[in-house]
Structure formats: structure tokens, C-alpha cells
């Protein structure tokens, strides 16, 4: 029989991906989502679509009672940085508050394996790059503390009830897979915005600040194409079954500042993508690039999109494709 696992969030940017790959595995798949952030059209019809929210705890038992998953990856989160440093109470209800909703459900069903999307905003203004995991948590904005809260209570509910789980720190997840793009709205995540203006949805890409200590000024992040990130989830997903605990970084291990960034859109879509200096986003840090070492040397992973040009061609190719979206489906 095959193995039921639950996917908060599951119809989201990154969570849809891992859908598809639990299907391609032979897992059954049972999605949970409220659709305020996620898209009915980005998943497999062979996936179980249950429309709820995380805070709703007899939503959670019905599903957990009906379903019976052996195991739930989590990703149903509000992710916007700077939205979270003009609202942080709503990251903090939502991350962390609805997280402990969804950890107090499992434990009152027995369910045993949990992997988590964490993030890279947990470390701040790290000291040194690349991050590994050891580094000293310090997130410089709501978002962050929200999902640190969360790993704090993952790891208490580890030791004292004995629940098994990853966490997994993401960098930024980008790029596409033939069924599967990156649609949010509103939209936020540089190279999207980018290939909005490509296609003349938008006038401009703003840069969020241009005196940063970096070589051009602008920040540096570390992209990793969502395919890999999901690839990363399947495969801690089996390790639980041995494993106690595991905590993972995410990424390339390379970084792109924004200007470079727009550079290699401009490059793949063949359009001028004008830019426009704008002040920088509280909360920001300079640089976050990811050591990923660690998984790649104990679960032997490895990206497939290792250069930032593969990962926006993908992107690109489905933008073209969906150019708005996924209601360009309907």
C-alpha cells in the first residue's frame, strides 16, 4: 500500500513541486490548503485536495482521521519579508501560532515524521559565507523569528514526545518545472517581477537598495531552482524513518546580486528589463549565500540547475507559457 503523506500548503510555489514528485514516487498525496496563497491548477488531478487552514483544528483531526498520513510536510506559511516587518503579528499568528495548531493535531494522531520549511532569514547578517547550519541565529526580521519559533517548538516537541523531523533552511527558490511556475499575488521575488517586465506586464524592476557592502552595491542571494529544493524534501522525507532529527541548508552555494540577476534575465528574455533605484527593504540582510554540504554529503544530494541561467530559462519558459499565470489556464 502505498504511503500517505499530508502536504500543508500543497498547492504553493514549492509545495505543488513536491506534490508532483510524491506522486511520481508512488506516494499518495493528500493536500491541505486554503488557497489564499496556492492554486487548485497547480496540482496533479491524482493529488486529494482538502480546502482548510491550519489554524482550523477540527479541519486538521478530519483529515488526519480520514487519511491516516504516515507522515506531513509543512509549507503553508505567509513568506513576505518586508510585509512582515510592517505586520509581524500576522507571521507570528500564521507561522508560529497555526504551526503549533498543526504539531498538537499529529501528536493526538500519532503522526511521527514532520518536515519543515524553514528558511535562510534565520540567520540574519550571517558572519561568514557560505552559511553552514552551525551558524548563529539571528533573523533581522518577523518572518525569520516566526519560522525560528517554530523550529524551537519542533525541537521541544522532539525531545520530550519524540517527534521525528527535518528542517529545511531555504535560499531563494526560483525557476520552474513544465507543469509547475512561480505565481504569487501580489508578486515580490525578483525574477519573476523581472519576467513580468519582459513580457510588459510591469514598467520596471525596482532595486531594493544600492549601497550595500557588496561588489555592485546591491544584495546577494543564493538561488536554487525549486525542482532541486523539492528533490531535498523527498529525500529527508525517507531518512525520518532513521533518522531522529536532520537539519539542512538549501541552496547553490553561489551568489547573484540583483543587478547580475536582472543582467541574466535581460540575457534569456532578450529585453532591455529597465531598472530603478529604490530604498532599501528593512530588515534586509547584505548577503545570504548557502553552504550545502552537509546534505550533499550525508544524503547525496545534488542540484541539476547548478548555474542561475538554466534556472531562469526554466522560469522564462513557463511564464511564456502561463503569462499570466495560472489563470491562464481557465
Known amino acids: 500500500m502505498a504511503e500517505t503523506i499530508l502536504v500543508t500548503g500543497g498547492a504553493g510555489y514549492i509545495g505543488s513541486v513536491v506534490v508532483a514528485q510524491l506522486l511520481a514516487r508512488g506516494y499518495d498525496a493528500v493536500v491541505f490548503d486554503d488557497l ?3 492554486h487548485r491548477a497547480a496540482l496533479s488531478p491524482s493529488a486529494k485536495l482538502i480546502v482548510g487552514n491550519i489554524a482550523d483544528r477540527a479541519a ?28 509581524p503579528e500576522t507571521f507570528f499568528r500564521n507561522n508560529t501560532a497555526n504551526t ?40 533581522t526580521n518577523a518572518y525569520g523569528e516566526s519560522k525560528l519559533l517554530a523550529e524551537q517548538m519542533l525541537d521541544w516537541l ?24 512561480e505565481d504569487h499575488h501580489p508578486e515580490s521575488h525578483l525574477i519573476p517581477i523581472a519576467l513580468q517586465v519582459a513580457l510588459g506586464q510591469r514598467k520596471e524592476v ?40 536532520l537539519t539542512y541548508n538549501l541552496g547553490n552555494g553561489r551568489g547573484f546580486s540583483v543587478r547580475e540577476v536582472i ?45 542561475l541561467e538554466s534556472i531562469v530559462r526554466s522560469a522564462w519558459g513557463w511564464r511564456k507559457a502561463h503569462p499570466n499565470g495560472y489563470a491562464s489556464r481557465s
Request: glycine letters at 6%; one cysteine or more.
Open 36 to 38: 489564499s496563497h496556492g
Open 206 to 245: 525596482a532595486i531594493f537598495g544600492a549601497d550595500y557592502p557588496t561588489p555592485d552595491g546591491t544584495c546577494v542571494r543564493d538561488y536554487i531552482h525549486v525542482s532541486d529544493l523539492a528533490a531535498a524534501h523527498l529525500l529527508v522525507l525517507e531518512a525520518l524513518k532513521e533518522k531522529e532529527k
Open 158 to 181: 522532539h525531545r520530550i514526545h519524540g517527534l521525528r523531523y527535518a528542517w529545511l533552511r531555504y535560499f531563494n527558490a526560483a525557476g520552474a518545472t513544465g507543469e509547475q511556475g
Open 263 to 307: 543582467e541574466t534575465v535581460r540575457k534569456v528574455t532578450g529585453h532591455a528589463i529597465p531598472a530603478r533605484e529604490s530604498p532599501p527593504r528593512p530588515g534586509d540582510p547584505a548577503v545570504l549565500v548557502a553552504s550545502s554540504e552537509k546534505i550533499r554529503r550525508e544524503l547525496a544530494w545534488k542540484p541539476q540547475y547548478a548555474d
Open 100 to 139: 503549533l495548531t498543526l504539531l498538537e493535531a499529529l501528536l493526538a494522531h500519532n503522526v511521527n515524521r514532520f518536515v519543515f520549511s524553514s528558511t535562510a532569514a534565520l540567520y540574519g547578517t550571517p558572519k561568514k559565507t557560505p552559511i553552514e547550519e552551525t551558524a548563529l541565529l539571528q533573523p
Open 60 to 87: 486538521l483531526d478530519r483529515v488526519l482521521v480520514q487519511f491516516e498520513p504516515r507522515a506531513v510536510m509543512h509549507f503553508a506559511a505567509f513568506i513576505e519579508a518586508g510585509e512582515s516587518m510592517r505586520h
